[in-house]
């Protein structure tokens, strides 16, 4: 079984900064393409960043500048610095990852349970 555990949301007013972390855990052979989505309320969820095993970053156009995400692999983490952070950040933000299994092979795709992340003076 494959968990991803997110931590270091909070209340932060506009201008400041957060980090983000997610650790994954489990029958873990290797993590491919490690990544974060926001859904504020009302919306759809969506794209903020993914990186790479290899380090390639993308990023939504709504937080270029200000986002940055990092990985490291042996501790099989990831992380998303924000900064300058706006209102319109207020989201519940989710890691994923794309896992493959050591138990079974296989490569699926895992959603940790959310935090949240409220941008407000």
């Known amino acids: 079984q494959v968990q991803l555990v997110e931590s270091g949301g909070g209340l932060v007013q506009p201008g400041g900064s957060l980090r983000l972390s997610c650790v994954a855990s489990g029958s873990i052979f290797s993590i491919n393409t490690m990544g974060w989505y926001r859904q504020a309320s009302g919306n759809q969820r969506e794209l903020v960043a993914t990186i790479t095993r290899g380090g390639s970053a993308n990023y939504a156009d709504s937080v270029k500048g200000r986002f940055t995400i990092s990985r490291d692999n042996a501790k099989k983490m990831v992380y998303l610095q924000m900064r300058s952070l706006k209102p319109e950040d207020t989201a519940v933000y989710y890691c994923?990852?794309?896992?493959?299994?050591?138990?079974?092979?296989?490569?699926?795709?895992?959603w940790g349970k959310g935090t949240l992340v409220t941008v407000s003076s």
């Open positions: 994923n990852a794309a896992i493959r299994s050591s138990a079974t092979g296989y490569v699926m795709n895992y």
